[in-house]
């Protein structure tokens, strides 16, 4: 099985997913949309470039409960970041800054978790208990994230199926990194606090596509509610990934559906590939046991080197070191995933624990047309004491993270031998993704102390089942009975709006099309007429609709309504138009036609359509366009 190579994305199968063993799960984020933040008082969605002030801090690992430290919180520990916030007095307080105690949980937020857990069929926790999430990378001040379980063992349908939602939580959001150079990371503090929830779910997806038509599922059940934020950074999505033989590996912060399947491709690749250059190191007898490595300082060796990197680093002072990897010869070429390699698994880790991000940052011997001539590889073979079976692996920087450096190739170089490390993975644009860091550890929770435990009542949840919204899927079932149009279906399923259309069709018997279309595609129409389209809420409409249904209104009269409407920023009934008689309508006609026999068409062919498109202009928002067609055409 393990001769099985993967073929281009748009070829692969199935079956072949079957084949390497491919699972995958989601970790979705999403805002909710309140107006405070989680546990303070600050004002939510308030984004600004401006900044009143700039807070440097350093972020140090604690102990767990059962006195262990977190991996990942360790390797953050490892990189020495300096951490700069830019804060804006307007979206920020003290208790962001980790100066002040939390408030008690936002009830606005908790409910709206709380009915999105309910639509996801999970079973509600009796007690919400808050805990504290570690996080060293600075994006959060205070070094931990407050978080808490508020759902469990839920599902949705898929196909012939259901997948399972492990578990959800409600937990606060954190900054917004602006850049990450060398020893120095800097963040915007406007998102910090704000209400946001996970949802996890089982390793269910058995292909990419399953994975991004999970993905899809799930975020329209939450936007169903209509009280989530959206737009740009509103919804991230985590996605877990493994084959047979590898490990989970979370790919971070994927901005979009679209770009699942071919992310969650790659690293099902990336770990096939590297269960296969394990078994190639097991041939050659290297194993975690017999793993042997030598390093030095080489910097007198090259420092007339002509590749430009190395000289510029010498001449600047630098130190150059080398890694010898015993057996390694041609390895760091090996092809993790498409036009990546090995190399790129190394020159990560040096990138971002070590610190040295000038790209490149690392070269090695299994690459030697690109860098240093042959006779300089030559010199350091002979000085290293390498043999023709070993890769040499040269970084460069300051005494500091050169030795840091060193280590982290070393290391990286060895978890080669027992296959998949599990990891965080940053997703690139190309599809492909890079290490991000060590994948985080139950050790780095922990409970929270300021927060007492909050009960979550039955009659509590009573209320909130009465305002649940219909399932997206339900809905859409029943508008495809109705004869909607199909690329109509899914917004209006999830719009705010589709209880009006119920109602509308239900009570008022409106034929479905055309409030499908009035409720969708008019708002687009009139935003493309730089009306605002914020403006119209479900009594502008509701009373645009009632004066369609009296006979006050044409139909092809609603999206000048609702344009009017909207300059006004409400709907009066002094904007309809005088109902007209037949006598008048009959007279309208006759004084256009009598207007249009004064010019001279190019096409007398086309005269009716001329009359008819002058005749409407006049009386669009009183009579029917067929009602006029028929006067015409008499």
């Known amino acids: 099985m393990k001769d099985f190579l993967f073929k281009p994305f748009e070829e692969m199968t199935d079956k072949d997913y079957e084949t390497v063993g491919f699972k995958s799960g989601l970790e979705i984020h999403q805002q909710l949309f309140t107006t405070k933040k989680l546990f303070c008082r600050c004002p939510a969605g308030k984004y600004s470039e401006r900044y009143d002030a700039e807070i440097l801090r350093h972020m140090r690992p604690t102990l767990s409960e059962l006195g262990e430290y977190d991996g990942t919180a360790l390797m953050e520990f490892k990189t020495k970041k300096d951490i700069l916030y830019r804060i804006n007095r307007e979206s920020v307080c003290t208790y962001e800054m980790d100066d002040t105690p939390p408030f008690l949980i936002n009830d606005e937020a908790l409910d709206l978790a709380l009915q999105c857990g309910l639509l996801f069929d999970c079973s509600i926790v009796d007690e919400l208990h808050i805990a504290r999430k570690q996080y060293l990378d600075g994006s959060i001040p205070t070094g931990f994230q407050r978080t808490a379980i508020f759902a469990l063992d839920g599902k949705i349908p898929y196909k012939n199926r259901t997948i399972d939602i492990v578990q959800m939580s409600i937990e606060e959001d954190s900054c917004r990194e602006i850049s990450d150079t060398g020893h120095l990371r800097v963040y915007r503090t406007d998102r910090l606090g704000m209400p946001l929830i996970e949802t996890v779910t089982g390793p269910n997806m058995r292909t990419p596509f399953e994975v991004a038509e999970v993905a899809e599922i799930c975020a329209n059940l939450i936007r169903s509610t209509n009280k989530v934020r959206r737009g740009i950074g509103s919804a991230r999505e985590d996605v877990n990934v493994s084959v047979d033989g590898g490990t989970r590996v979370e790919i971070k912060g994927v901005p979009k559906i679209g770009r699942i399947p071919h992310l969650t491709y790659y690293e099902a690749m990336r770990q096939w590939n590297l269960l296969r250059l394990r078994d190639e190191l097991h041939r050659r007898g290297i194993t975690k046991e017999t793993f042997e490595t030598k390093s030095d300082d080489i910097t007198r060796i090259v420092k007339k080197a002509h590749y430009l990197p190395i000289r510029t680093a010498t001449d600047q002072g630098l130190l150059v070191k080398c890694v010898v990897l015993r057996g390694y010869f041609g390895l760091l070429h090996w092809q993790t995933q498409t036009d990546t390699y090995f190399s790129k698994e190394i020159s990560d880790r040096v990138r971002v624990i070590a ?68 990891e965080t993975r940053q997703a690139l644009r190309d599809g492909t993704n ?127 309504a609702m344009q009017k409407s909207l300059k006004k920023g409400k709907f009066y009934p002094e904007l309809l138009p005088k109902p007209l008689t037949t006598k008048e309508l009959e007279d309208i006609i006759t004084e256009t036609n009598n207007e249009l026999s004064k010019v001279r068409l190019i096409n007398n062919e086309n005269s009716k359509e001329v009359l008819m498109g002058l005749v409407m202009n006049k009386v669009r928002m009183s009579v029917e366009g067929k009602i006029v067609t028929e006067k015409i055409n008499i």
């Open 434 to 560: 890079g290490f991000e860091r060590i994948l985080p550890g139950a050790d780095r929770m922990y409970p929270d102390t300021d927060l007492p435990p909050t009960r979550i009542t039955e009659e509590r949840l009573k209320i909130l089942r009465v305002n649940l919204p219909e399932r997206f899927w339900k809905r859409e079932k029943w508008y495809r009975k109705l004869g909607i149009p199909e690329d109509t279906i899914r917004e209006l399923s999830i719009s705010k709006f589709a209880p009006l259309f119920k109602f509308l069709v239900d009570e008022w018997r409106i034929d479905p099309i055309l409030t499908a279309v009035v409720l969708i595609q008019f708002p687009k129409r009139l935003k493309k007429r730089s009306c605002d389209i914020s403006l119209l809420d479900e009594e502008m409409i509701r009373e645009i609709f009632r004066s369609y249904k009296d006979g006050l209104l044409s139909r092809d009269g609603i999206l000048t």
């Open 355 to 422: 610190c040295l991000t000038n790209i490149p940052n690392i070269i090695h011997s299994d690459s030697k047309g690109d860098t240093l001539t042959s006779a300089d590889w030559q010199n350091i073979k002979r000085a290293v004491g390498a043999h023709d079976n070993d890769t040499m692996v040269l970084v460069w920087g300051n005494e500091q993270d050169t030795e840091m450096a060193v280590k982290e190739i070393i290391i990286r170089a060895k978890e080669a031998t027992v296959g998949v490390p599990s």
